[in-house]
């Protein structure tokens, strides 16, 4: 099955509003990195956890390694955060490779 | 900074025809991947190379392949097109390949087969 689980699969939220993602992970993973997909379709990375929480701006995620999910906290949505977001996963088990959720597509209206 | 380079941009092809899609990266980084994108289904690793010359299988090798010709490009081969196939290929690297390291993605390749 997937080890990586990603909720929801799709968000639409009006500008200003705030709102979360998340990631279940169905194994054991050393560390979660989030990334965004812009328009042009490149993967830009927004966080790399080990352990707790990072923030950046308007961003947040939290990682709790023990209960086996990340989260991805958006404040104040802005139309320029549309687009798809992926958390990937670094299960022990796979070695070095990076295992993706499937994404939730994120829309901002006005 | 640097950047990744796909090429194309997009790739219409005919069922059983052989495909190549070509990756440059002039950050200097050893490793470098090949993921294929499906609708809902996230990304899954095709190949990944540590260094020039070097390939290491991913879940989806089958009905590819990959050379790493020099350390700058990694060029990824649909052997055998599927009929209906359509996905987004994208080309990453890394400095050294570790999980810990940060991803760096190339625009990606849309892959049409009639």
């Known amino acids: 099955g997937d080890q990586v689980e990603q909720s929801p699969s799709a968000l639409s939220l009006h500008e200003g509003t705030s709102s979360a993602l998340r990631c279940n992970f169905t194994?054991?993973?050393?560390?979660v990195q989030w990334f965004r997909q812009n328009s042009r379709g490149s993967l830009i990375n927004l966080f790399y956890l080990a352990s707790g929480t990072k923030e950046n701006g308007r961003l947040k995620s939290a990682f709790d390694s023990k209960e086996l999910y990340s989260t991805l906290h958006i404040r104040d949505a802005q139309l320029e955060d549309s687009g798809t977001y992926f958390c990937?996963?670094?299960?022990?088990?796979?070695?070095?490779?990076?295992?993706f959720g499937q994404g939730t597509i994120l829309k901002v209206y006005l | 900074g640097g950047i990744i380079t796909q090429t194309p941009k997009f790739l219409i092809g005919q069922e059983g025809q052989k495909l190549t899609l070509k990756c440059q990266q002039n950050f200097n980084h050893d490793t470098m991947y090949w993921y294929r994108q499906d609708s809902g289904k996230g990304l899954r690793l095709i190949y990944y190379?540590?260094?020039?010359?070097?390939?290491q299988k991913g879940d989806l090798s089958e009905g590819y392949d990959a050379s790493r010709e020099k350390k700058s490009s990694f060029s990824l081969t649909v052997t055998s097109a599927q009929k209906n196939e359509m996905a987004v290929f994208l080309c990453?690297?890394?400095?050294?390949?570790?999980?810990?390291?940060?991803?760096?993605f190339g625009s990606g390749t849309r892959l049409t087969v009639l």
């Open positions: 194994t054991t993973t050393r560390s």
């Open positions: 990453a690297s890394s400095l050294t390949g570790g999980s810990a390291e940060t991803l760096y």
């Open positions: 190379s540590i260094t020039e010359n070097d390939l």
């Open positions: 990937a996963a670094d299960p022990p088990s796979s070695g070095q490779k990076l295992v």
